[in-house]
């Protein structure tokens, strides 16, 4: 309740008017009892037709001002949850664009997207309900049982009598559902994922004809949510048939004691009608406040998966107050680096890393598969921050920088190119947004996109579906290396980005960058050799250590792993040329 409070405090005017509407509507709900007994005994019983209307006039005016107090209590009730969770899902994103790596590993990204999402409106919901019923139903038991004591003392036991009982019902269901709550929010993590990765990973699923397997993982889940889901709604359903009950149990209760006193003349039928209604909206108003009870336990493991989003501690902070410019750009240097991922430094995937590049110089790396390349790259822009040693940017540690700024130095591309939804002309602006047309058709033409972009009717204004889908992979890399171009970076990244190229484009791009990168520093991750053959310094990586490092010739005589990588993959793409 503190986490859905802090976002409500925000909007002072709107609690008060939410409040006032709440006493306005209490107020005269209870009024029209109290008009309905002198109707019955000043008009009806009296057969006094004048009195008879007064109170019908008046009982007409008490509804439609309470039906004035409840739409102002309802929209005051709307605007301040539809607000809440619109900062609560801004913040939440917010929080999200400082996380790592490791804190997405941490939570994952389906149980993300589900806490954003269904938490965040099982709060919306529960508080919708806090601001009205929340605030009406202690106002009206309390009002209703001032008010039973007024019109009958000597009958007040009964309505008593039934309070324990409802108490009782309320703490059984409301200790029942919360484990149950805890089960159907984490399974509904395990649906969200594997729709997931079903989508993103239908052609994957559809070449090995797993279709079937894929379905029975899901209908199991999704079963295990419904049988949770079913005990959980069964729980919550049992309230209001036993509150009914009850309720029905203490009406005739009241009337089978209001006999005596009614015959003896010591109570009125107007008054004992007023005492029914009184006690009724006691008891009503205690089952309204245990729905708020049944729905806390939900509500609670919401917030508290909520809370943990926001809490979660942040390993790659922004230092906001870091170093924002260098006399110097482009200059890089690795002095000693050991790098393990978090939980796991008993196993370093890097050890002792030590290089150096200089603007207009091209660096690359390679190795066989798990060999540290990409874990090493990813230590610059510090996707990860090193264990051990320190990464100098422009000499100065990369851990020093104002985050964001140290990454406006760097153009990172990715193996797995991802592109967002919107035109082409969006995606290469989104690392310059004031990059006018000229820059886009020059970056396009560096990275060979400009021709199969030129070829679509609607050009760099064609709309991309989501992730690029309506693209091969070989054009989403050339995307995304026009995208890094247009930034015009000082440290260029290539993360193995030439992967899904043939061998011809290949060539002819990393010519083309060469003209455009003459004063960037450039790293290239690659698995093919002829696509670092012409690197100022190839470095070669095998478990985390470099085993060598020169120019393309200069390891071929020196180091029998490049040796062997190079003379298979060249012998390969003769025969394949042939």
Do not use: C
């Not at 942040?314 to 110097?328: A, R």
């Amino acid at each position: 309740m503190n986490y859905i409070w802090s976002y409500l405090k925000k909007y002072p005017r709107w609690l008060v008017l939410d409040l006032v509407g709440a006493i306005f509507f209490v107020v005269v709900n209870l009024g029209l009892p109290t008009v309905l007994a002198r109707m019955i005994d000043e008009g009806i019983n009296s057969r006094d037709t004048e009195r008879l209307y007064f109170w019908a006039m008046m009982m007409l005016v008490v509804i439609v001002l309470g039906t004035l107090g409840r739409i102002v209590l309802s929209y005051a009730a709307s605007k301040l949850t539809t607000s809440m969770v619109r900062d609560m899902r801004n913040d939440l994103y917010a929080k999200l664009q400082e996380y790592s790596h490791h804190e997405y590993e941490q939570i994952g990204v389906s149980s993300l997207v589900t806490r954003m999402t269904s938490d965040a409106f099982v709060l919306m919901q529960f508080a919708e309900q806090v601001l009205k019923l929340g605030v009406i139903t202690p106002l009206m038991m309390f009002s209703s049982v001032m008010m039973i004591f007024l019109t009958s003392p000597s009958m007040a036991w009964i309505v008593a009598l039934a309070m324990p009982f409802l108490a009782m019902v309320v703490w059984y269901v409301a200790v029942k559902t919360r484990p149950l709550s805890e089960k159907q929010q984490k399974t509904l993590d395990k649906i969200n994922q594997y729709a997931r990765e079903n989508l993103t990973g239908l052609r994957v699923i559809r070449a090995f004809a797993r279709e079937g397997f894929q379905e029975e993982r899901f209908a199991e889940q999704n079963n295990l949510y419904a049988q949770n889901s079913n005990r959980l709604f069964k729980l919550t359903g049992l309230t209001e048939p036993l509150f009914v009950q009850i309720i029905i149990a203490m009406i005739v209760s009241i009337v089978w004691f209001a006999l005596a006193p009614l015959g003896r003349g010591d109570l009125q039928i107007g008054d004992l009608v007023a005492f029914i209604e009184y006690s009724f909206h006691a008891l009503l108003s205690f089952l309204l406040l245990s729905n708020l009870f049944t729905m806390y336990p939900r509500t609670a493991v919401s917030s508290e998966r909520l809370k943990e989003v926001m809490e979660m501690p942040i390993s790659i902070h922004p230092n906001e107050d870091g170093v924002t410019d260098t006399k110097t750009k482009g200059y890089l240097e690795f002095d000693n680096v050991t790098f393990a991922y978090p939980g796991e430094t008993e196993n370093p995937v890097l050890h002792n890393i030590s290089f150096k590049a200089k603007p207009g110089e091209t660096i690359a790396f390679i190795g066989s598969t798990g060999s540290g390349k990409s874990s090493l790259v990813q230590l610059i822009p510090r996707f990860y921050d090193v264990t051990l040693g320190k990464i100098l940017v422009d000499g100065v540690d990369v851990r020093s920088y104002n985050l964001k700024a140290l990454r406006q130095k760097i153009g990172f591309i990715p193996q797995k190119a991802l592109l967002f939804t919107g035109t082409i002309a969006e995606n290469l602006r989104y690392g310059k947004e004031d990059a006018s047309h000229e820059e886009l058709h020059q970056a396009a033409d560096v990275a060979q996109a400009r021709e199969f972009i030129e070829s679509k009717e609607e050009q760099f204004e064609t709309h991309l579906a989501e992730g690029g889908s309506n693209l091969s992979g070989g054009q989403k890399q050339r995307l995304s290396i026009a995208r890094a171009v247009v930034k015009e970076p000082a440290i260029y990244i290539f993360d193995d980005s030439f992967s899904a190229l043939d061998y011809k484009t290949d060539a002819i791009l990393r010519r083309r960058l060469k003209e455009v990168t003459e004063n960037a520093t450039v790293l290239i991750v690659a698995q093919r050799v002829g696509t670092i053959m012409d690197a100022d310094q190839i470095i070669v990586l095998d478990k985390g250590e470099i085993i060598g490092r020169g120019t393309h010739e200069e390891l071929m005589k020196s180091n029998s792993i490049y040796r062997e990588i190079a003379n298979s993959q060249l012998n390969s793409q003769s025969l394949a040329e042939e």
